[in-house]
Each structure stands twice: as structure tokens, then as C-alpha cells.
């Protein structure tokens, strides 16, 4: 059996904790054309923080999140955690009060931070380090695929190997890695890219199912008959065979992802998160 998310944090922090998803009013350079305007092809136009706290400053964010939350955890901690677009793309002067004002409050644990691996100079690092030496900072990165050919055709926007840079340097500066691993690209192999995350030292792992969301280009291949979604059984056995490959300190923090419904396309059975949870958790058991 896999290290969940839940066991892990329960035997860091002692208790139950939950994500606080923010929104730091980012953009990202897949977008502003500093690499294209045209975002990777499955990308929502809320760049993936669909489920943050939007329009508010940092601290109300918080405030509102954990109102949100609190039913679901008695007696917990949380994680303050930058979620929508790139959250390391920014001045450092406007990143260092962004962060510092994220872990300011006593119930808040630890920082979670969303980022490509390209956007991570050296001063940002070190503001990073600087930060972990007071709560613990974890970076999250997008790699999608390993596959530099299914990368380009997501419009990913970097070469793979810049990913394996930006882990060894994240790890020389004590800070902890999660991979983003997206399963079912069209022509990729998802495990193949888990074996090449676990080479270049990822603490930690987040799998996402493709789904297709309205408004995206990814939208436009999937109504051309370009390719097919995943069924639930396949992305099962997908997922199965890329956990298994996991030694046995790195942290499965997610096993599947779902976007807003009102924007899904595909695939339909993805709406219904507790059946597909219940499913997922049953079949790798």
C-alpha cells in the first residue's frame, strides 16, 4: 500500500491537516508570451485554481478558505497553498510579502507552492530556504510527461531535463518536491514518466486524470477525434501500475484530479468524485 497525503502529514505535523488554496494574483509565461499566449493545451482559463479563494488579500483568502474547510477537520492545522497559475513568477520583493503574510497565522503550518520548473531562479530558492527554516515549504511542479515530444504538443513551454535541474537544486536547498503527472496525454506513457519523477529525487506525487475542460484547445482535439478519453477502468489499471513503481517514502498526495463540472467535457464519469475516489481506492487496495 501507497503513503497517503493524510498518513504522512499525520505523522509530520501530529494532527490532521487540510490545504488552504490561494490565489496570489499570478500569471504565468505560457501565457503573457514570455514562451507563447496560448497556455498548455488543458489548462482552464483559471489556470488550475478552480477551487481557490479568489479577488481578496492573502490573509482574508485564508480566513475564508478555512471557513470553508472547518467542518472537515476538528482539532487540525493547515496548509497555506498557492495554487492558480505560476506562484513563483513575480518580483521577489512582491513573492517574499506574499509568503511571509501566508504563513504568518499560528494555524498555518506549512507552505505549498504550485510552480513550473523554469520558474525558479536562484534568489527565489533562497527565499524559498529562507522560509522553510520557519515553517515547512514544499514545491509543487508540473511536469505533465517526461516525453519531451508529448510536452511539445501540450505546449508545455520547457524541455524535460529542465525539470531534473530544478528538483536537484530544489533538493540542495532542503526543499521538499511534488510532481504533478497528468494520465492519459494522448501517445504518452505515464509511467514512464513516474520512474523518471522517483530518478530525480520527487518526495512526493500528485496524479492527475486528463480531463477535458470547455474553452480549452485541448476541447478543440478532443471534439476533432484526435483522441479518447480514459475509461475509469483504464485509468485504474494506469494508475495502479504507476504507483507501484513508487518507493516506499514517496507520498502519493493525490490520485486522481477533477476540474469545475460545469466546465467538463470529459470524462463524464470524473463528476462523480466519490464513486470515482471509492472505485480508485478499491482497486489498489
Same mark, same amino acid.
Given at each position: 500500500?501507497?503513503?497517503? %497525503?493524510?498518513?504522512?502529514? &499525520?505523522?509530520?505535523?501530529?494532527?490532521?491537516?487540510?490545504?488552504?488554496?490561494?490565489?496570489? +494574483?499570478?500569471?504565468?509565461?505560457?501565457? #503573457?508570451?514570455?514562451?507563447?499566449?496560448?497556455? $498548455?493545451?488543458?489548462?482552464?482559463?483559471?489556470?488550475?485554481?478552480?477551487?481557490?479563494? &479568489? +479577488?481578496?488579500? @492573502?490573509?482574508?483568502?485564508?480566513?475564508?478558505?478555512?471557513?470553508?474547510?472547518?467542518?472537515?477537520?476538528?482539532? +487540525?492545522?493547515?496548509?497555506?497553498?498557492?495554487?492558480?497559475?505560476?506562484?513563483?513568477?513575480?518580483?521577489?520583493?512582491?513573492?517574499?510579502?506574499?509568503?511571509?503574510?501566508?504563513?504568518?497565522?499560528?494555524? @498555518?503550518?506549512?507552505?505549498?507552492?504550485?510552480?513550473?520548473?523554469? $520558474?525558479?531562479?536562484?534568489?527565489?530558492?533562497? /527565499?524559498?530556504?529562507?522560509?522553510?527554516?520557519?515553517?515547512?515549504? *514544499?514545491?509543487?511542479?508540473?511536469?505533465?510527461?517526461?516525453?519531451?515530444?508529448? %510536452?511539445?504538443?501540450?505546449?508545455?513551454?520547457?524541455? *524535460?531535463?529542465?525539470?531534473? #535541474?530544478?528538483?536537484?537544486?530544489?533538493?540542495?536547498?532542503?526543499?521538499?518536491? =511534488?510532481?504533478?503527472? =497528468?494520465?492519459?496525454?494522448?501517445?504518452?506513457?505515464?509511467?514512464?514518466?513516474?520512474?523518471?519523477?522517483?530518478?530525480?529525487?520527487?518526495?512526493?506525487?500528485?496524479?492527475?486524470?486528463? &480531463?477535458?475542460?470547455?474553452?480549452?484547445?485541448?476541447?478543440?482535439?478532443?471534439?476533432?477525434?484526435?483522441?479518447?478519453?480514459?475509461?475509469?477502468?483504464?485509468? %485504474?489499471?494506469?494508475?495502479?501500475? $504507476? @504507483?507501484?513503481?513508487?518507493?516506499?517514502? @514517496?507520498?502519493? &498526495?493525490?490520485?486522481? +484530479?477533477?476540474?469545475?463540472?460545469?466546465?467538463?467535457?470529459?470524462? /463524464?464519469?470524473?463528476?462523480?468524485?466519490?464513486?470515482?475516489?471509492?472505485? /480508485?481506492?478499491?482497486?489498489? %487496495?
Amino acid at each position: 500500500m501507497y503513503k497517503t %497525503a493524510n498518513a504522512y502529514y &499525520h505523522e509530520k505535523f501530529g494532527c490532521k491537516v487540510y490545504k488552504l488554496s490561494l490565489d496570489g +494574483g499570478f500569471t504565468c509565461p505560457n501565457r #503573457d508570451g514570455s514562451i507563447s499566449t496560448e497556455g $498548455c493545451i488543458f489548462c482552464s482559463a483559471l489556470g488550475s485554481g478552480e477551487f481557490a479563494e &479568489h +479577488g481578496a488579500d @492573502i490573509r482574508m483568502q485564508l480566513e475564508l478558505a478555512k471557513k470553508r474547510v472547518e467542518r472537515k477537520i476538528k482539532n +487540525g492545522k493547515y496548509i497555506a497553498y498557492f495554487q492558480s497559475f505560476t506562484n513563483t513568477y513575480a518580483p521577489i520583493d512582491r513573492l517574499k510579502a506574499l509568503f511571509y503574510e501566508a504563513i504568518a497565522p499560528d494555524y @498555518i503550518v506549512g507552505l505549498n507552492i504550485a510552480t513550473r520548473p523554469d $520558474c525558479l531562479s536562484e534568489s527565489v530558492i533562497e /527565499l524559498l530556504k529562507e522560509l522553510n527554516a520557519i515553517k515547512p515549504v *514544499t514545491v509543487e511542479l508540473g511536469l505533465q510527461t517526461a516525453d519531451d515530444r508529448v %510536452a511539445k504538443y501540450i505546449n508545455r513551454g520547457y524541455q *524535460t531535463e529542465v525539470y531534473a #535541474d530544478a528538483v536537484l537544486r530544489l533538493k540542495q536547498a532542503e526543499l521538499e518536491v =511534488i510532481t504533478h503527472i =497528468i494520465i492519459g496525454l494522448p501517445n504518452d506513457d505515464p509511467i514512464s514518466t513516474t520512474r523518471f519523477a522517483v530518478a530525480c529525487g520527487t518526495d512526493g506525487v500528485k496524479f492527475h486524470l486528463l &480531463h477535458i475542460l470547455k474553452n480549452t484547445r485541448l476541447a478543440e482535439e478532443y471534439k476533432a477525434g484526435c483522441f479518447k478519453a480514459l475509461t475509469l477502468e483504464e485509468y %485504474a489499471e494506469l494508475l495502479k501500475n $504507476c @504507483i507501484d513503481l513508487l518507493p516506499k517514502h @514517496i507520498v502519493v &498526495h493525490r490520485i486522481t +484530479g477533477d476540474g469545475a463540472k460545469k466546465d467538463l467535457i470529459a470524462p /463524464l464519469w470524473s463528476a462523480d468524485k466519490k464513486k470515482t475516489l471509492n472505485y /480508485l481506492n478499491a482497486y489498489l %487496495a
